[in-house]
C-alpha cells in the first residue's frame, strides 16, 4: 500500500521538513537516515512525524504535490511535534 510521509529534522536549532511517497515507510525512513534517500534528505537525522496510506501510486505521488505545497499544514505538523519533543532530541 502507497504511503505519504512527513518527516522533519534539527538544522541549526530549527525544523526543517521533508516530504515524500513510499511502499515501505519503516525501509524508506532508514534510507533517508542512512544517506541514501534524496539529495536533500542527506546528511540528517530524520523522524517520522505523519503519514496517511493511499489507494494507488497515482493517488499517493498527487498527494505528495500537493503536500510538499501546503505549508501551512507542515507547519501546524511541525508545531504540534514539538509540543511532544525537544527540538534538540
Given amino acids: 500500500m502507497p504511503y505519504v510521509y512527513l518527516i522533519v529534522s534539527k538544522n541549526k536549532k530549527k525544523l526543517v521538513s521533508y516530504v515524500g ?3 515501505d515507510l519503516e525501509k524508506r ?3 533517508h537516515n542512512s544517506n541514501k534517500g ?3 534528505t542527506k546528511g540528517k537525522k530524520w ?3 505523519y503519514h496517511e496510506s ?6 499517493a505521488m498527487k498527494r505528495e504535490y500537493k503536500l510538499k505545497k501546503d505549508i501551512k499544514f507542515r507547519n ?5 511535534f514539538l509540543k511532544g519533543k ?3 532530541e
Fill in 86 to 88: 525537544n527540538i534538540e
Fill in 21 to 23: 511517497w513510499t511502499i
Fill in 76 to 80: 501546524f505538523m511541525k508545531k504540534k
Fill in 29 to 31: 525512513l532508514k534510507l
Fill in 47 to 49: 523522524k517520522l512525524i
Fill in 54 to 59: 493511499l489507494l494507488s501510486k497515482t493517488k
Fill in 38 to 40: 534524496a539529495k536533500f
